[in-house]
């Protein structure tokens, strides 16, 4: 058992991301207000993924700018960006273009800012205490989901969706007026940063780093199609609710990053990852059998204890070693497999949903993910459970 003390500027970080992400997590329902306007599942598919997309294809220019500027502005201006964009939604008559434009610079905003977040993250803290530190700030992605899917089914059966809008405008607003009365110091970078930076490309090489980067993409591309389409499942003819999945998930995920990450000796360990992956094939198989409001709700359990051990390993593993100046453009490679799988899952879901059913396409995804994940394991085993091992590196 350990006692791990969160150095300052990290709760405050934990807060921007959590109420950020609550505008994020009510637009989790977007799947029914795009069914309702007549769209299919494959155009469904393709706007929910097509935020994530635009985030993917983003990260570069959002590492560019962090390597260029202060993160603390860079983060700003990506919050500045999450609300112009959200404030549009309710303008939204039809599938079309407009649609498009919103994803996209919706997609852009999060990206900015939740790569500066992670990266001020990284520098705050010491390395053995980074998988800790990204787990406690990663809560901020999943404590939304306890409630705020909830509320949103509850706004839009009773009041409708322009409501539901106008609700997540204002979770966007409260980040960006937070942000104006919070104060964050960070050390300076120490390991000559005036030295020559590695590219991208030649980062990606590394075999730590491109063995996360697939592992990342596909436990991204499972958790998203699972969080896009379980909405429809749930109200397919039936009296089942989404939002007992939500929150259950995200109970349990942060769980395991607030307890176990501060008192088990092992969290840190590449050695969670192979039983967290078979824990999120399990779910995926789980989620295809449910009837009932219990069985969606265990699913919900079984995914969050795979999703809270994944996001805070991977992203602790993949920089460890990496020297600070590099830091960024890693994070933005690791941040890209994350948007790369949000984006390709729905689509690819969509697809298969409107082939075979969504039954039989959560059974599809459940298989991906147990085979992809054994495999990645595998051909990357020196390299992760060299890196993996519980962290203690010195900064």
């Not at 985030?55 to 603390?72: E, H, N, Q, T, V």
Request: without cysteine.
């Amino acid at each position: 058992m350990r006692k791990i003390k969160l150095a300052p500027g990290i709760l405050t970080i934990q807060l921007l991301v959590l109420f950020s992400y609550s505008s994020i997590a009510i637009l989790t329902l977007l799947s029914l207000f795009f069914e309702h306007l007549g769209g299919s599942p494959r155009q469904i598919g393709f706007l929910l993924g097509l935020f994530s997309l635009a985030a993917f294809l983003s990260r570069p220019f959002g590492g560019w700018l962090l390597s260029k500027y202060d993160p603390r502005k860079v983060m700003i201006a990506g919050l500045i960006l999450l609300l112009v964009v959200t404030a549009l939604y309710p303008l939204i008559r039809e599938l079309n273009w407009f649609v498009v434009f919103i994803r996209i610079f919706h997609g852009l905003g999060f990206s900015v800012f939740i790569l500066a977040a992670l990266l001020i993250t990284i520098v705050l803290v010491r390395e053995k205490e980074r998988a800790y530190a990204i787990g406690v700030v990663s809560t901020g992605f999943m404590l939304p989901l306890l409630i705020v899917p909830f509320l949103g089914e509850e706004i839009i059966h009773t009041f409708g969706y322009f409501l539901f809008f106008l609700s997540a405008i204002f979770l966007a607003a409260i980040p960006l007026v937070y942000s104006f009365f919070t104060k964050i110091d960070l050390p300076r970078l120490s390991d000559g940063s005036q030295a020559k930076s590695m590219g991208f490309f030649r980062l990606l090489r590394q075999k730590k780093v491109y063995v996360i980067f697939l592992l990342t993409l596909v436990f991204e591309i499972g958790l998203s199609s699972s969080l896009a389409f379980v909405p429809l499942l749930a109200h397919g003819g039936s009296s089942m609710r989404a939002g007992y999945f939500y929150t259950l998930l995200a109970l349990v995920a942060v769980l395991m990053r607030v307890v176990g990450g501060s008192q088990l000796k092992t969290w840190g360990s590449a050695k969670l990852l192979p039983p967290a992956f078979l824990f999120i094939a399990g779910g995926g198989v789980l989620t295809s059998l449910s009837s009932n409001n219990f069985l969606l709700g265990l699913s919900g359990v079984v995914w969050g204890v795979g999703v809270g051990i994944l996001y805070p390993h991977l992203s602790a593993i993949v920089v460890e070693g990496i020297a600070s100046r590099e830091k960024g453009k890693v994070l933005s490679l690791f941040a890209s497999s994350v948007d790369l799988g949000f984006a390709l899952g729905p689509i690819a879901f969509g697809w298969m949903y409107q082939s075979l059913g969504i039954r039989p396409a959560f059974i599809i995804v459940s298989v991906f993910i147990f085979v992809s994940s054994v495999f990645l394991i595998w051909v990357g085993r020196s390299a992760l459970f060299g890196a993996g091992r519980v962290l203690q590196g010195k900064e």
